[in-house]
């Protein structure tokens, strides 16, 4: 199982961005598809996760500015981030619990990261 993140760049403080995840290889399912940040010299943080039947948490500091969303039969999740903030600025990471066959337990598997920066 493979997911390939893309659509970080550099944005202006109030522009916006979308991105985007696809998983690849052996799935049978996928449960919750996450993304997570990570700033310079901070932990990693979850901004937002969505289920398979479309239930979504948000970081307190993206509701309201951020979405995700999900096409289950692509295997894809995305995120929508709208008046982007300097405090924005980290390299963005997607997770997903997949279960690649039925005989197999779901395990957990992450992109490699996509740099958004905000800034003037």
């Known amino acids: 199982v493979q997911l390939q993140a893309s659509g970080g760049g550099l944005v202006q403080p109030g522009g916006s961005l979308r991105l985007s995840c696809a998983a690849s290889?052996?799935?049978?399912?996928?449960?919750?598809m996450e993304w997570y940040r990570q700033a310079p010299g901070r932990q990693r943080e979850l901004v937002a996760g969505?289920?398979?039947?479309?239930?979504?948490n948000y970081a307190d500091s993206v509701k309201g500015r951020f979405t995700i969303s999900r096409n289950n039969a692509k295997n894809t999740v995305s995120l929508q981030m709208n008046n982007l903030k300097a405090e924005d600025t980290a390299v963005y990471y997607c997770?997903?619990?997949?279960?690649?066959?039925?005989?197999?337990?779901?395990?957990?598997?992450w992109g490699q990261g996509t740099l958004v920066t905000v800034s003037s």
């Open positions: 997770k997903a619990s997949v279960r690649p066959s039925i005989e197999t337990m779901p395990d957990d598997y």
């Open positions: 290889g052996s799935i049978f399912s996928i449960n919750v």
């Open positions: 969505i289920t398979s039947s479309y239930s979504t």
